[in-house]
């Protein structure tokens, strides 16, 4: 069997000042960012979170790996497809902790094709892998969601 060696293809780097209520920059500038606590918990309008941050990051790599999925299959996305993310921060005991939604809306596949492309897509997209285990992520396809497989979350405490 032949090994695989881990290659890194990009590290991204970003310093933040002043925690929540502070200044994000990434080393290329192009996120340059107040930052405060969510306007719905007292936070000041005009600055964005960790949070959103996260939605925008997972949603794009997600819409990624979906079209990743289609070229392999030989298909091709719809320009209109959409990926909606929305990350939730709780807090539990003294913890805190966050889960995520992602929807998904393929606009021209079945949705059976569009259930197994959304399946596949979470087993290679690096958010997903990255946060297996250790969040809870729900899939839904066109806001309907999908039954969670057991290895999708595993390690997860699923809150009813």
Known sequence: MASSEKK?????EAQAVGGRSGHVRSTSGVIDLDMSVPEGLGGKRGATNPEELFA??????????????????????????TVNCSVSLFQEGEGYGLSAVLDVDLKKFDEAKT??????AHR????????????EVELRVKGQPLPVQAEENAGVAHNG
């Open 115 to 120: 259930i197994e492309m959304v399946r596949q």
């Open 56 to 81: 925008a990051g997972y949603s794009s790599c997600f819409q990624q790996a979906l079209l990743v999925i289609a070229q392999r299959a030989g298909d091709r996305l719809d320009p209109e497809t």
């Open 8 to 12: 890194t293809l990009y590290t991204a």
């Open 124 to 135: 290679i997209c690096p958010y997903s892998v990255g946060t297996r285990g250790n969040m």
